[in-house]
């Protein structure tokens, strides 16, 4: 039997390979690169797709301070008493995370930054974290860099384990606002999207008894400073528990099995869950500049559920927030069929059908329209 | 160059960020490119289509940190894709390569050694070898899980042991 080289082994053998051939940069190569980015165009409509969903969290006002009982009292003396984060930011959103929230209320302080989860809120796909983050020292506004105001970089791992499900989630940006000199206070968004079917909780039944979840926190962005300097690198560990609550009862799954024909193939909808946080979508398609895809050209770009208009049945637009491939394969050829889990903001409940449409900016009427019923 | 923070600024839609970026990264691409694509012209349409999906897709990136990944992931796609497309005539400019090279070890090319491998396990080396990215960075990239890199690994450290072996007819180099 062969030799089987170590990793270092292959990693030198492959480094001496690679160094043999020409390390520079071909004048041809840089000719290209150096054109192609001269020719970069100006952001098109995914930038504006990502202002959409940071304008979600955007616009809060403040309102006064709504106490309620921490279901952790070992913690609950460590944090003032404020409320919900959920509540204090205010918009439309926010106030249904609301209503399912529970308190967790446990702080931990690390390198002069204190961070405490102070609620929390889970409809069994999406747990939503509401924080309040101080910093040690006070700043005023006009440290924080236009475009900044809104949100908090963290290095962040939400765990779960339910049954034999080991669940993995990041949020990696804090969205909501400065509350005064020394306080952010946001919402973190930990979607738990499984690659792998069996592991998707759609799948799994969420137990009566509480889940055990472990959040890390390794680094939070300081926005007044610049550079490395702004990542302040810690150690912010929380568990706490998710309860099967009402979030949970009042998701509706349906199962449409409804296709649409594209000219670059077939869109299969297979799941569509209507939860209080979201409006998940399951389907099937040929690529688009998805992650994991990034088959990107405007022909094809009807495709990308960004651009599609969601609709619930009072005519309510549900915009787009989050997407996901799923499947353990990354897609190859534009023409693989990759399934993946489009997230929208939530329909308004009762709702018995959403509509899906999709067009360029030059069609006059959509590429394709579908009625997707709930009932 | 603090590059988190400048993948941060290009997502918020800073296109002199963006160029940063790609500037940094030109001999890495490079590098994937060509240890993946034997003709120039080909390395430098993989590049010039890299990094327009790079551009309209960086904002969608959910971990900055793992923006090399991300980038040499959408490279070494679009090279498999005009290798796919220039297959037929790839095959023979590639035996008259290797043909024309006889016993040249010095002549041998990654390209050739990845070649050696299953075609789902080449970006893992590349990946995994050429770049020293964690297992992790890489299972969040292709979203595998970890425990599947593990096993192709394993898979790729056989084939290439195979590959790299200094014995007669193997792609040796010493």
């Known amino acids: 039997m062969s030799e089987i080289y170590t990793d270092e082994q292959i990693r030198k053998l492959l480094n001496k390979i690679n160094e043999k051939g020409d390390v520079e940069v071909s004048p041809q190569f840089h000719k290209r690169v150096q054109d192609t980015l001269n020719s970069l165009p100006q952001r098109r409509s995914n930038r504006k797709r990502l202002a959409k969903v ?14 309620i009982g921490s279901l ?37 302080t690390s390198k002069g930054i204190t961070v405490t989860v102070n609620d929390v809120a889970f409809d069994g796909k999406r747990v939503i974290v509401g924080y309040i983050i101080k910093f040690e020292k006070p700043f005023t506004f006009k440290d924080i860099p236009d475009g900044w105001e809104d949100k908090i970089f963290a290095w962040d791992e939400l765990k779960l384990t339910i049954g034999r499900n080991r669940l993995k989630a990041y949020a990696n940006t804090i969205y909501g606002q400065y509350t005064d000199s020394n306080t952010f206070m946001g919402v973190g968004k930990y979607d738990l999207i499984a690659p792998n079917p069996e592991d998707r909780t759609e799948d799994v039944t969420i137990p009566q008894q509480p889940i055990d979840a472990i959040l890390k926190i390794s680094m939070i962005s300081d926005n007044r400073k610049s550079g490395l300097d702004s990542e302040i690198k ?116 009762g709702s018995k059908y959403i509509n899906i449409s999709s067009k360029l900016k030059s069609d006059k009427s959509p590429r394709f329209e579908v009625k997707i019923p709930l009932e | 160059m603090d590059l988190i923070k400048v993948v941060k600024t290009a997502q918020n839609g800073d296109k002199k960020a963006f160029i940063q970026l790609i500037q940094y990264f030109e001999k890495d691409m490079y590098k994937v490119a060509k240890s993946l694509l034997q003709n120039e012209a080909d390395r430098c349409d993989a590049v010039q289509e890299a990094i327009l999906k790079a551009y309209e897709g960086v904002w969608q990136l959910r971990q900055p940190e793992y923006f090399k990944t991300w980038l040499m992931k959408i490279l070494a796609n679009n090279c498999y894709l005009i290798h796919r497309k220039n297959s037929r005539t790839t095959v023979v400019s590639e035996l008259q390569a290797i043909e024309s090279s006889g016993n040249g070890y010095a002549e041998v090319e990654m390209k050739q050694v990845l070649d050696c491998l299953d075609e789902d396990l080449k970006t893992l080396v590349v990946m995994y070898y050429l770049h020293d990215l964690p297992v ?39």
């Open chain 1, 72 to 108: 952790n009292p070992t913690f609950a003396t460590d944090i003032p008493v404020i409320g919900s984060v959920f509540k204090h930011l205010n918009n439309i959103q926010n106030s249904i995370y609301d209503d399912y929230a529970v308190g967790v209320g446990e702080s931990q």
């Open chain 2, 136 to 174: 992790k960075n890489i299972s969040e990239t292709l979203a595998i899980p970890e425990g599947t890199i593990k096993s192709k690994l394993s898979k790729a450290r056989a084939q290439l042991s195979e590959a790299l072996k200094p014995e007669q007819g193997g792609l040796c180099y010493e």
């Open chain 1, 54 to 67: 940071s304008a979600l969290v955007a616009s809060f006002l403040m309102i006064s301070a709504i106490a």
């Open chain 1, 234 to 349: 810690g150690k912010w560990n929380f568990k706490f528990q998710l309860t099967k609550d009402n979030a949970i009862a009042d998701v509706k799954v349906v199962e449409p099995k409804i296709s649409v024909k594209t000219e670059f193939g077939e869109i299969k909808f297979n799941k569509v869950r209507i939860s209080p946080f979201s409006t998940d979508i399951e389907y099937e398609a040929p690529q688009d500049p998805i992650l994991g895809g990034y088959e990107y050209n405007d022909d094809r770009s009807y495709l990308s559920p960004g651009i599609w208009v969601v609709t619930d049945d009072t005519g309510k637009e549900l915009k787009w927030e989050a997407e996901y491939g799923l499947g353990l394969k990354a897609p190859k050829n534009k023409e693989d069929i990759i399934p993946r889990v489009v997230k929208f903001t939530f329909a308004n409940p």
